[in-house]
């Protein structure tokens, strides 16, 4: 009963964007510290995202900045993608405006926040139905994920879970920067258990990749009032730092991250390096209007 428990507990509460782990298979520099939260929590105060167009020098980099709203840059692993930490009193809204504007920039964008994207509670029996339906059964006669390692972006991992335990690599909390991935809210170990919950081990319940590495990258924080929720520099900084670290699959099952052009530049920078994103479609019955890329797939 102990191990049915624990089966339940691991995979009752997850995306489905986990889901098409399987068919991937069978085919950075940290952020600071999350910055205090505007009035209704939409997006981070203190802070942007950019991205600067080829050719921009360090030198000339700082000069517009301060020439619009000042600001220190922090550069995301080895992208080249950057957050911009904004003086005391300066407007983000103001400084994204005039960045947009300005040639030497792809993009600049509010630090918006996002929340989790889960689904309700489902019975032991009936939580493994996605097995069946994505075929992954059929996919196991080819891979069962050896070899390769997915990254899971999200509240942490329960790195002592007997089903996790013996897949689990190392990985890094971007939200605290440093190196706890203790999960906060849950929601990151069942994740974790839907992709890559040890198979063929007479215990719990077999991911969808069961014999794939597991990497935990926290990018969430705890709101006490709402929930789980991390912010597109989090992420941001969680896909490079995964890509820089050996990760071949990543998932974030946060809601509309497609929407972010610093998240959809991350992406692509995790697939020049061999690697392919999956991200949640949200689960508001509903479409979104997300166009699936080579290098991210909304589910």
């Known amino acids: 009963m102990k191990n049915r428990s624990s089966a339940v507990t691991l995979l009752s509460h997850t995306s489905l964007s986990v889901f098409a782990v399987a068919a991937a298979l069978a085919a950075l520099a940290p952020a600071a510290h999350a910055a205090k939260s505007d009035a209704d929590g939409s997006f981070a105060r203190g802070r942007i995202l950019v991205e600067p167009r080829a050719g921009l020098t360090e030198e000339n980099f700082d000069k517009v900045l301060k020439t619009k709203g000042g600001g220190k840059r922090r550069k995301l692993g080895q992208s080249n993608l950057h957050i911009v930490d904004l003086p005391a009193g300066a407007s983000e809204q103001a400084v994204v405006d005039l960045l947009k504007n300005d040639p030497n920039f792809k993009y600049a964008e509010l630090d918006k926040r996002v929340p989790i994207a889960t ?61 706890n ?76 991250l497609p929407s972010s052009s610093a998240i959809i530049s991350a992406a692509n920078y995790l697939k020049s390096k061999g690697g392919l994103m999956f991200v949640s479609a949200g689960n508001y019955n509903r479409d979104e209007g997300f166009t699936p890329t080579d290098s991210m797939i909304a589910v």
Not at 144 to 157: C, H, P, R
Not at 194 to 210: I, P, R, Y
């Open 119 to 179: 689904t309700t509670n489902d019975p032991y029996l009936g939580s493994e139905w996605h097995i069946s339906k994505i075929g992954a059964d059929v996919a196991w006669d080819k891979s069962q994920g050896s070899g390769v390692t997915i990254a899971i972006l999200d509240s942490g991992v329960d790195g002592t879970h007997p089903d996790l335990a013996p897949h689990m690599v190392p990985g890094y909390n971007i939200y605290d920067n440093n190196t």
């Open 181 to 256: 991935t203790a999960d906060v809210c849950g929601h990151g170990t069942k994740v974790a258990g839907t992709a890559a919950a040890a198979a063929n081990n007479a215990a719990g319940v077999a991911g969808v990749a069961g014999q794939a590495k597991i990497m935990p990258v926290r990018i969430a924080y705890v709101d006490p009032t709402y929930g789980c929720y991390a912010y597109f520099s989090t992420i941001a900084s969680g896909i490079t730092w995964a890509a820089d670290h050996g990760a071949r699959v990543v998932n974030v099952s946060y809601a509309a």
